[in-house]
Each structure stands twice: as structure tokens, then as C-alpha cells.
């Protein structure tokens, strides 16, 4: 699934299936880029109701489009996508969404997650990780916490 609509002008919109959820114009932004469709729709829930204007990506190559359109605020990277390997978009994001928070939600194991978190350290990025089945208390948490960072 790979959605960004826009809704009433200058208003970022949230669009999970056939639901979408208008923002402030100033809303932080949310990428969540996951090939599971059930996932993708889960996390863009949780972060369209934590005030985030969400797009999804279930590839790298609309993930990497997005980015290049504009940078996030949050990034939650599944590294494993459909064979392809999601440790790739962390230089991605580090060339066009430096700021952005990235949590790593996946299912890989945790030698990769924390291998992960080392490159992302490296890219001077700020990383976190969620290992599937995701905590979605925790996701809210970490993005609230965003969030404020955020609006400071």
C-alpha cells in the first residue's frame, strides 16, 4: 500500500484504506514504510491519531520517492520488504530526511536490528526499534515524544 492524499487546502491527510484523517497544516510528518499491508495500515493509524499527517511505502522505491519529495519528521523501517533490504534506505534518509527519527520495526533478528541502529548511529541519524509483533503503546510513545521534540 503506498497512499498520500491530500485533503482541504494546505490541511496533510492521513489516508489509511478508505479512512482519511485531516491534519493541522503544521502536523509533524509520519513515514511508515512496511510491506505488510495489515502493519502499514496499523502504524498509520496509530500515528495519523498521534497527530501525524502519515504516508506509507511498501517498497524502497516509493519509499525513496517520498523522501525525495520532502523530508519526515518519523520513519518506521521494516528491513525486510518483499526480498529487499530495508537497511538499504538508511542512507536515503540520511541524504533527505536527516532530522527524521527512524524506528526500526521488524521482525529480523535482533544482531540485525542492533546492526541496524549501529549504521543509522553512524549516519548521525536519531534510531529507535520496535521488533514485530510491534508494541503499539510503544510506538505511540516514541512518537509523542517526536512529537514534542517537534514543536520545540
Do not use: W
Not at 512496511?34 to 491519531?49: E, F, H, I, L, N
Not at 521482525?107 to 534510531?127: K, M, N
Amino acid at each position: 500500500m503506498d497512499a498520500r492524499e491530500t485533503g482541504p487546502a494546505a490541511l496533510p491527510a492521513t489516508r489509511v484504506a478508505d479512512t482519511t484523517i485531516a491534519q493541522p497544516a503544521l502536523a509533524p510528518t509520519f513515514l511508515v514504510i512496511d510491506d505488510d499491508p495489515v502493519q502499514s495500515m496499523t502504524m498509520a493509524r496509530v500515528g495519523g491519531k498521534a497527530g501525524y499527517a502519515v504516508t506509507t511505502a511498501a517498497t524502497l522505491e516509493n519509499a525513496i520517492a517520498e523522501i525525495k519529495q520532502h523530508p519526515f519528521d518519523c520513519i518506521t523501517l521494516d528491513l525486510l520488504l518483499g526480498g529487499q533490504n530495508g537497511m538499504v534506505m538508511l542512507g536515503e534518509i540520511a541524504k533527505y530526511s536527516p532530522g527524521a527519527m527512524v524506528i526500526v520495526v521488524s521482525g529480523a533478528s535482533p544482531a540485525v536490528r542492533e546492526s541496524t541502529l549501529r549504521i543509522a548511529t553512524d549516519l548521525h541519524l536519531d534510531s529507535a526499534e520496535l521488533p514485530k509483533p510491534v508494541n503499539f503503546s510503544d510506538l505511540r510513545l516514541l512518537l509523542a515524544d517526536r512529537k514534542a521534540a517537534c514543536a520545540s
